[in-house]
């Protein structure tokens, strides 16, 4: 009877168990159902089909990518690139093969001037309604109209530094030349940024025109590089997370991720201001697959959705109900979510036409001194 008694007591325990491991992995699954739902409607039946999608590398969570697959049909074709000048340059040749595609503001103010995009269609947009009207506000300066294209993140440069390794204050961009962290300054390898850096410690505006306020942002460069590690993207986190650098040009977002994984590491932005860029979602008037195109555009701007992109890769995202859902702390950090006296000392590029010669040249310069 005993024996009976104690089998019955292991079942109904093994029974109780199962019933609360069940219950714990519905919790889960709702708790994930409600993390990935978004609207769903007619463009998410069966499109079908081919994306091929040109973005930053890292730019993306991808369980998305295959959710969105799955809720399609579509078959995802992603491709990275490394500047706003390659992509510029595979987005004008004949055999273009991208039906949407992430570039920056001045990038597509460009592709815009050259005809090149596709005019959205904001009825197949409806989760447009959650970006944020004062990032509209901004996307209008390159974008009039925001007809072209819609922010996907946003975010500013500043100055990551080492406070171990780093004894004065990081409030100007003159730290980058002072000659107590030689061979410990990364700069940025971009043309833009690298130029505006030097342009904005001058106090010049950071989109000018004049050929001798650019000559002397290049000599100030050159004067620079003694004191440089190097020209660096993606490889300044790692020097900066193990302590190998005591200060770096570098994008909000991946200064976050730097801090995470290094607490002695803090970001700033200079007093005599930044940029404040834009990534922005466009289709090429080349697309072969737009209702495709129009559709992911739509399903990475659902609120819950375009939280869990921005908590995976670290950027600043343009909309306002995604940012109702952050993690606080995210909220609270000002590398993510700056104030907007930070943000009144900063301007977006803008495209400089012919003029992007005088850029160009000087960057050349530049890099023959520094012997690349």
């Known amino acids: 009877m005993k024996k009976w008694l104690a089998i019955l007591l292991c079942a109904l325990m093994v029974l109780s168990l199962a019933a609360c491991a069940k219950k714990e992995a519905a919790e889960v699954e709702d708790e994930e159902a ?7 409607g007619d463009q998410y039946d069966q499109i079908g089909g081919e994306l091929n999608v040109l973005n930053w590398g890292e730019y993306i969570d991808p369980e998305l990518i295959s959710i969105f697959e799955k809720e399609t049909g579509v078959k995802v074709n992603y491709t990275e690139m490394t500047s706003n000048e390659e992509m510029l340059i595979k987005l004008r040749g004949a055999d273009n093969p991208y039906d949407m595609c992430f570039p920056s503001d001045y990038i597509i103010e460009k592709l815009i001037k050259d005809d090149l995009l596709l005019e959205l269609d904001m009825a197949k947009i409806p989760n447009a309604k959650n970006i944020s009207q004062r990032m509209y506000e901004v996307t209008n300066t390159f974008d009039p109209g925001n007809k072209y294209s819609l922010p996907y993140m946003w975010g500013t440069m500043g100055i990551l530094y080492n406070t171990k390794m780093v004894d004065d204050p990081v409030d100007s961009w003159d730290i980058l030349w002072n000659e107590k962290y030689a061979e410990k300054i990364w700069q940025y390898d971009s043309v833009r940024d690298a130029m505006a850096v030097s342009l904005l410690r001058l106090g010049y505006d950071m989109n000018t025109t004049n050929a001798d306020e650019v000559a002397a942002a290049k000599e100030e460069l050159i004067r620079q590089i003694p004191l440089l590690k190097g020209l660096g993207t993606d490889n300044i ?5 193990n302590g190998k650098a005591a200060l770096a040009v570098i994008y909000a977002g991946d200064a976050i991720l730097c801090m995470e994984e290094n607490e002695d590491l803090d970001y700033a932005i200079p007093q005599e201001g930044s940029n404040v860029w834009f990534d922005n979602v466009v289709i090429p008037k080349t697309a072969k697959n737009v209702d495709a195109a129009l559709a992911f555009i739509n399903f990475l701007n659902d609120a819950n ?15 306002q109900g995604a940012m109702d859902r952050i993690d606080e702390e995210l909220l609270e950090n000002p590398a993510f979510n700056p104030s907007d006296e930070t943000l009144a ?11 992007i010669e005088l850029y160009n040249s000087a960057w050349e310069e530049f890099k023959t001194a520094m012997g690349n």
């Open 345 to 355: 000392r900063c301007g977006v590029y803008h495209d400089l036409g012919a003029d």
């Open 305 to 319: 959705l375009a939280a869990r992109n921005t908590e995976f890769i670290y950027y600043s995202t343009p909309n």
């Open 237 to 241: 986190r790692s020097s900066m997370i």
């Open 34 to 40: 409600a993390d990935y739902s978004f609207a769903d």
